[in-house]
């Protein structure tokens, strides 16, 4: 797909890709740029719309269970390896 950039360097951004993107009007898209000259397009999500999206886990560690956790991994660390 292509699109021709206007005299003021705008770009009218296929009807594929909008759809692919779930891009309406007034939607923000941000552009990166990868070291190997690729340009990568992807539309702005807005923080509100993020909510929700990363399920909760089990509760926080303990201030007690880092300590222990921290004590093991020293004390196997300290242990040579009998493979």
């Known amino acids: ?3 021709a950039i206007t005299t003021k360097g705008q770009a009218t ?3 594929a890709i909008r759809d692919h993107l779930h891009l ?3 939607d923000r898209v941000k552009f ?3 070291p190997n000259g690729s340009v990568v397009l992807l539309p702005k999500i807005p923080v509100s719309q993020l909510r929700g999206m990363v399920k ?3 509760r926080p560690a303990t ?3 880092m300590d ?3 004590a093991a991994g020293a004390t196997d660390a300290a242990l040579p390896d009998h493979r």
Do not use: T
């Open 1 to 3: 797909m292509e699109s």
């Open 63 to 65: 201030i007690e269970e």
């Open 32 to 34: 990166f740029m990868h």
């Open 13 to 15: 951004i296929p009807k």
């Open 56 to 58: 909760a886990g089990k």
């Open 24 to 26: 309406k009007p007034g």
């Open 68 to 70: 222990e956790a921290i």
